[in-house]
């Protein structure tokens, strides 16, 4: 009877304990694209429940190396700004990094970043906007509490975004 009392102890804690020890990685394209006036992008990845509750920012790149004027040009990051970037303080350690150049870039999270990320449904959402450019936002809808990748593409601003969850 003991036995039986101290595995059902030991299954209901592992119910009520975090969603599991992962790591998520998100990878980002920036295209290359043939302008006259070629500005690097600014860009914010966040997550976002799917009711469009903003979760937590990942990162945000940007001028960080004139932080003043570099900061004042967040807000053309429509999306981003109204769901929790206009709250922040910047710049943010693990979350702040200067803008970067076409292609592929890997924003790796680990697993003690999100301890307290009930598992669930979620959106990865990736949102550029480029000076005498255009603004475009990528979703990516991933489960948060299983090994997985999905994937999802931008038409301008954003090439290939992909998120993986990793055991």
């Known amino acids: 009877m003991r036995k039986l009392t101290l595995a059902a102890t030991a299954a209901a804690s592992a119910v009520a304990a975090p969603a599991f020890a992962a ?16 500005h690097r992008p600014y860009v914010a990845v966040w997550i976002e429940r799917p009711d469009n509750t903003a979760v937590r920012t990942l990162a945000v790149w940007y001028e960080v190396s004139n932080v003043a ?16 970037g206009r709250a922040m303080t910047l710049p943010a350690d693990g979350v702040s990094s200067a803008t970067k150049a076409p292609g592929r870039h890997t924003v790796s999270v680990p697993g003690a970043r999100l301890r307290n ?11 550029a906007a480029r000076e005498l ?16 990748t999905a994937r999802a593409a931008g038409s ?9 969850v990793t055991r």
């Open 23 to 38: 790591d998520l990685s998100v990878s980002v394209e920036i295209p290359r694209l043939s302008v006259a006036a070629y």
């Open 133 to 148: 450019g255009g603004r475009e936002a990528v979703r990516v809808p991933f489960r948060w509490g299983a090994a997985n």
């Open 156 to 164: 301008t601003e954003l090439g290939a975004v992909s998120v993986t």
């Open 117 to 127: 990320l009930p598992a669930g449904d979620y959106v990865m959402v990736v949102e």
């Open 69 to 84: 004027e570099g900061k004042d040009w967040l807000k053309d990051m429509r999306t981003w700004w109204r769901r929790g």
